[in-house]
Each structure stands twice: as structure tokens, then as C-alpha cells.
């Protein structure tokens, strides 16, 4: 089975979220080809939340959640130095009041 690129992904993901009226932008861009994906989510109260794509144990791609919850500041700064360890990383940034980031849709994993 042929691999979505990683910059295909992010701009199909970006359109769903504005579609469904959530704002969302790419904080940092990655590799186009296969680089890995972070999604912030800011609940526009002080606090968000990590999301970081990873395979399972049956090499399936799911979304976990990293961080919850957590002072925004404390979520930057965690972002910042993943980025220093991995350059090819993305980091998209959704800022939505009700908590939406339309991860568990299907087709998002």
C-alpha cells in the first residue's frame, strides 16, 4: 500500500477543519515526504493539548494524546524541543473553544 505523504495529509486535514469551521494553521513545517506530525490543540482558555501520530502495535497509524489539558506556554515549549531533536516534524496548531480536532474522524489516522 503506497504511503500518503506527509504534506498531502496536512493539507487535506487543515481543509476538513476549516470546512467544519475550526481555525487551524501549520506552526512548522516538516518533511513534505514522510515527516512525522504534532497537532496542538488550544482551547483558547490558557490550556492545550498534544496529539502525536505514532503506529500501533499492528503498524497501523493512531493518534494518542501526549499532553492534556496543560498551560499552553508548557505545550510550546515541549513542541520547541521535540523540534530540536527532529527537524522533519510538523506542528499544526488548532484553535477551537469546544475541544474539536476531528482526529477520530475516519480517514484523519
Known sequence: MARLKT???VSAYLARL????IFSHVA?????EAGA???KLAT???KASLFLRHYNDDFELEWIRERDAEPEPEIDAYLAKQ???DRDLWV???EDPKGRHLL??????
Open 7 to 9: 504534506d498531502i495529509w
Open 18 to 21: 476549516s470546512q467544519a469551521g
Open 28 to 32: 512548522h513545517k516538516g518533511n513534505a
Open 37 to 39: 506530525v504534532a497537532v
Open 44 to 46: 483558547m482558555d490558557g
Open 83 to 85: 523540534r530540536s531533536f
Open 92 to 94: 499544526v496548531e488548532v
Open 104 to 109: 477520530d474522524e475516519d480517514g484523519l489516522a
